[in-house]
């Protein structure tokens, strides 16, 4: 470990210099470093500097007596707290940016004593943006962050252990009133929020992605609401939930929340009437994927002078096949690159498209063929065929040694080994005059060969060309994006609520703080900050909020900023870094 000092402009254009502990570690080969701690800025510790070897020598001295030769002692100075505060700034100015406070304050009602709903709402969604808990672990939160109403009195946790539960059920009470406060508002709130957007950032609402994900739970959940269904995050045995996410122009504007088992194409109709109803939509584009595409969704969208623009699946599709078989090599119209960050990199993957008749005149249909999707899915069937193989020679084996004789008992055998690993789609097999053999399928396999690294999209719009339709279709993995961070940052999952409405509002707040960190995100590329919104989040826990005394005194003051803290409160504005002052006489909530 070593010492760095770094020099940071502060808003009255001073330039401070600050001293860091650094640390040297070796990651992939790479040396690296970190910082380990920030001391402060370089003039006060100079002038602490006697106090602090006296205090690291442990050496004592007496009242008045100089801590060395030519130095007067200063005052001593005890330091209470350093709570972090920096990330809890932040979300205060996403939420003024976005107008919340003013939308949460009418549509959330008065609470009947202590702090308003509006800035309860705020701990939990500023919870769920920057240390992802429950509304047990948020107690634990409140002991090391410094957070406040808008009046400036911190919350503090209220410890009571009863039985298995050690926070006091009327600090409990509060954050689950709140909760039911927010559910109970969640369609005006997606409107107003919406309509901040569209002013904020001029949002063309023509373009609509829609997907769906599961989100499982611990334990029953509620009854007739957490059921068995398709589980996408490999829970099977779990009860769950299915949520739909509605984005416009990359931002999430509204979420559904289903049963466990309900199917994706039946939510489609549901989606698109809410958006005509709710947010008094016009015309829109549809994008989806192959598990929201029905005949009669398509017909729907149609009939009501939608478009559309989805995935169709590529398997248990009578067309697809004679499709590909059509496709010619001279046609092929290369994909402009920088669609994906993957495809920014030197020596991209090609991704390339041809359009191909469709044998309907209202819809068209493109064929985009990728490298990167071939070669991850040539490695998928490869390992298949391999372990396919393996199982095979058993069965061939066994029959060879006189184990399996009869042709129900071998045809069975050969049929549990196929099943395995989709190897019906590679293999075919025969058993004659006692002999077990099996080989490449003539047609299967090579109609998986033609289907690798290729995805077929349909429209029914005559004005977008293939090369649009491409980039139109992967912007669902904007949707995707937004699903991990709903589950793995912002921990949406697993749930633990047992009731319907607070299961609803655990979502609705998740969705909440995924709404503030795409704003976070927006603001950071606008200025030119390579952050992450985690990334930026902890760059700024930085910042604290520190109670001292000094000759007695209780104080309290804010620490600077670091560098890449700076970045951050710039990219947002922030000039001013202490919270509001707090009543002397009331200087804590619970």
């Keep these: 470990m070593y010492l760095r000092t770094v020099k940071v402009p502060s808003s009255n254009g001073n330039v401070n210099e600050y001293v860091r502990v650094v640390e040297a570690y070796r990651q992939?080969?790479?040396?690296?470093?970190?910082?380990?701690?920030?001391?402060?800025?370089?003039?006060?510790?100079?002038?602490?500097?006697?106090?602090?070897?006296?205090?690291?020598?442990?050496?004592?001295?007496?009242?008045?007596?100089?801590?060395?030769?030519?130095?007067?002692?200063?005052?001593?100075?005890?330091?209470?707290?350093?709570?972090?505060?920096?990330?809890?700034?932040?979300?205060?100015?996403?939420?003024?940016?976005?107008?919340?406070?003013?939308?949460?304050?009418?549509?959330?009602?008065?609470?009947?004593?202590?702090?308003?709903?509006?800035?309860?709402?705020?701990?939990?969604?500023?919870?769920?943006?920057?240390?992802?808990?429950?509304?047990?672990?948020?107690?634990?939160?409140?002991?090391?962050?410094?957070?406040?109403?808008?009046?400036?009195?911190?919350?503090?946790?209220?410890w009571h252990t009863h039985r298995r539960v050690k926070v006091h059920f009327r600090q409990l009470r509060a954050w689950y009133r709140t909760l039911d406060r927010l559910v109970a508002a969640k369609s005006q709130i997606e409107v107003r929020l919406y309509q901040r957007l569209r002013d904020l950032f001029s949002l063309q609402p023509d373009l609509v992605l829609f997907d769906i994900t599961s989100s499982y739970f611990e334990g029953a959940g509620p009854k007739d609401f957490a059921k068995h269904g398709y589980s996408?995050?490999?829970?099977?045995?779990?009860?769950?939930?299915?949520?739909?996410?509605?984005?416009?122009?990359?931002?999430?504007?509204a979420h559904h929340v289903w049963q466990g088992n309900t199917l994706d194409v039946t939510t489609v109709a549901r989606v698109i009437q809410d958006l005509m109803t709710r947010f008094q939509f016009g015309r829109i584009i549809f994008v989806g994927d192959r598990g929201m595409v029905?005949?009669?969704?398509?017909?729907?969208?149609?009939?009501?002078?939608?478009?559309?623009?989805?995935?169709?699946k590529r398997r248990r599709n009578a067309q697809l096949d004679a499709w590909l078989q059509t496709l010619d090599d001279t046609k092929w119209l290369d994909c402009p690159m920088g669609i994906t960050v993957r495809e920014q990199k030197t020596n991209p993957p090609r991704t390339r498209v041809q359009?191909?008749?469709?044998?309907?005149?209202?819809?068209?249909?493109?064929?985009?063929?990728?490298?990167?999707?071939?070669?991850?899915?040539?490695?998928?069937?490869?390992?298949?065929?391999?372990?396919?193989?393996?199982?095979?020679?058993?069965?061939?084996?066994r029959v060879a040694q006189g184990k399996l004789t009869n042709a129900a008992q071998v045809g069975a055998a050969a049929e549990r080994a196929l099943r395995a690993h989709h190897g019906y789609r590679y293999f075919d097999w025969k058993f004659q005059d006692g002999v077990f053999t099996y080989f490449d399928h003539p047609i299967h396999l090579e109609r998986e060969k033609r289907l690798e690294g290729k995805y077929v999209v349909a429209t029914s719009e005559k004005n977008v060309d293939a090369q649009s339709a491409v980039a139109l279709y992967k912007q669902l993995t904007e949707v995707e994006r937004g699903f991990r961070h709903l589950k793995d940052v912002l921990a949406l999952r697993p749930i633990y609520h047992q009731v319907e409405p607070?299961?609803?509002?655990?979502?609705?707040?998740?969705?909440?703080?995924?709404?503030?960190?795409t704003l976070l995100e927006r603001r950071l590329q606008e200025a030119?900050?390579?952050?992450?919104?985690?990334?930026?989040?902890?760059?700024?826990?930085?910042i604290r909020h520190v109670t001292f005394k000094l000759h007695a005194e209780h104080r309290s003051g804010v620490s600077a900023a670091s560098a890449r803290a700076h970045e951050v409160l710039v990219a947002l504005n922030i000039t001013n870094l202490r919270p509001p002052s707090p009543p002397t006489e009331d200087p804590t909530v619970v």
């Design 502 to 517: 607070r299961v609803r509002a655990h979502i609705f707040v998740a969705a909440l703080a995924l709404l503030l960190q």
């Design 232 to 253: 996408r995050d490999g829970k099977s045995q779990n009860v769950q939930v299915v949520v739909g996410l509605v984005m416009v122009a990359g931002w999430p504007i």
């Design 28 to 158: 992939d080969g790479k040396v690296k470093q970190r910082t380990i701690a920030d001391l402060g800025r370089k003039d006060v510790l100079t002038a602490l500097l006697p106090q602090l070897q006296r205090l690291l020598l442990g050496l004592p001295r007496t009242v008045g007596e100089p801590a060395s030769v030519g130095e007067p002692v200063p005052a001593d100075i005890a330091v209470l707290e350093a709570a972090t505060w920096g990330p809890v700034l932040v979300v205060r100015a996403l939420f003024e940016q976005l107008g919340l406070w003013q939308v949460f304050d009418e549509l959330l009602g008065k609470a009947k004593q202590g702090p308003s709903y509006t800035d309860r709402a705020f701990v939990l969604l500023a919870n769920r943006l920057i240390r992802p808990a429950s509304e047990h672990g948020l107690a634990r939160w409140l002991e090391t962050d410094f957070v406040c109403d808008r009046q400036g009195r911190r919350f503090l946790p209220h």
């Design 294 to 312: 029905s005949d009669d969704n398509l017909e729907a969208l149609r009939r009501d002078g939608h478009g559309y623009l989805v995935g169709l």
């Design 528 to 542: 030119h900050v390579d952050l992450s919104a985690p990334e930026a989040l902890q760059a700024v826990e930085v």
């Design 355 to 397: 359009e191909v008749a469709s044998g309907d005149a209202q819809q068209r249909v493109f064929v985009i063929d990728s490298d990167e999707r071939r070669q991850y899915e040539q490695g998928k069937r490869q390992q298949a065929m391999e372990r396919t193989r393996v199982r095979l020679d058993k069965v061939q084996a």
